[in-house]
């Protein structure tokens, strides 16, 4: 085995290592809104589900080179409010438009030729192409050296139909097939070659 310091390197060093190391990762393109009510959409991989009662993600939103907080980290200190939303591989290229970094007051959403839909909990829009829109309202948010740890709780999920059993609240994989995110910058994974093993019952 061949030893990396990661303490004694935090920051990029640190990031192209854990980044390409701990994969796949879920992708959340997150909306938010700014005070004059402009809507921002945003990739991150820094995202996952932590929880069910109450049912909550987190996401970690970073900050510009200046220190500054980036438009969702500001968004949501500012109102605690967000959707986010899962993408398949037929919108992974218009996801991806929506992580270049653009004057304020210009749409990534545009950029990512999505629509929107008003939501039904928080202020911030749905993007109605997306298979997953998950209503989303901040529970706290904690730093740690220059992470910044948002904790999201879902309080509503809008699925494609077909993607999940509205009876059983069981996915089903052959209509949802999510892209998920490998190394920084272009690293990105399928997730159609999937296999089962059974749950250990010992």
């Given at each position: 085995?061949i030893?990396?310091?990661?303490?004694?390197?935090p920051?990029?060093?640190?990031?192209?290592?854990?980044?390409?190391?701990?994969?796949?990762?879920?992708?959340?393109?997150?909306?938010?809104?700014?005070?004059?009510?402009?809507?921002?959409?945003?990739?991150?991989?820094?995202?996952?589900?932590?929880?069910?009662?109450?049912?909550?993600?987190?996401?970690?939103?970073?900050?510009?080179?200046?220190?500054?907080p980036k438009d969702?980290?500001?968004?949501?200190?500012?109102?605690?409010?967000?959707?986010?939303?899962l993408?398949d591989?037929?919108?992974?290229?218009?996801?991806?438009?929506?992580?270049?970094?653009?004057?304020?007051?210009?749409?990534?959403?545009?950029?990512?030729?999505?629509?929107?839909?008003?939501?039904?909990?928080?202020?911030?829009?749905?993007?109605?192409?997306?298979?997953v829109?998950?209503?989303?309202?901040?529970?706290?948010?904690?730093?740690?050296?220059?992470?910044?740890?948002?904790?999201?709780?879902?309080?509503?999920?809008?699925?494609?139909?077909?993607?999940?059993?509205?009876?059983?609240?069981?996915?089903?994989?052959?209509?949802?097939?999510?892209?998920?995110?490998?190394?920084?910058?272009?690293?990105?994974?399928?997730?159609?070659?999937?296999?089962?093993?059974?749950?250990?019952?010992?």
């Open positions: 085995m030893r990396f310091d990661v303490a004694a390197h920051g990029a060093r640190a990031y192209k290592l854990l980044a390409g190391l701990v994969v796949p990762r879920p992708i959340a393109l997150a909306t938010t809104i700014d005070a004059e009510g402009r809507t921002n959409a945003a990739p991150f991989s820094f995202f996952n589900v932590m929880g069910t009662e109450p049912p909550m993600v987190v996401l970690a939103p970073s900050d510009r080179d200046d220190g500054t969702t980290a500001a968004n949501l200190i500012l109102n605690g409010e967000c959707v986010i939303h993408c591989e037929a919108l992974a290229e218009r996801m991806v438009a929506c992580a270049r970094s653009l004057p304020a007051g210009e749409s990534e959403i545009e950029k990512g030729r999505f629509l929107t839909q008003k939501a039904e909990k928080v202020r911030p829009p749905i993007l109605t192409e997306c298979p829109a998950l209503e989303c309202r901040v529970i706290d948010i904690r730093y740690y050296g220059e992470n910044r740890l948002v904790v999201l709780e879902v309080l509503l999920a809008h699925v494609r139909e077909g993607v999940a059993d509205p009876e059983t609240w069981k996915v089903d994989y052959k209509n949802y097939v999510p892209v998920g995110r490998l190394n920084s910058p272009d690293g990105y994974v399928r997730t159609v070659d999937r296999f089962r093993m059974d749950f250990p019952k010992d």
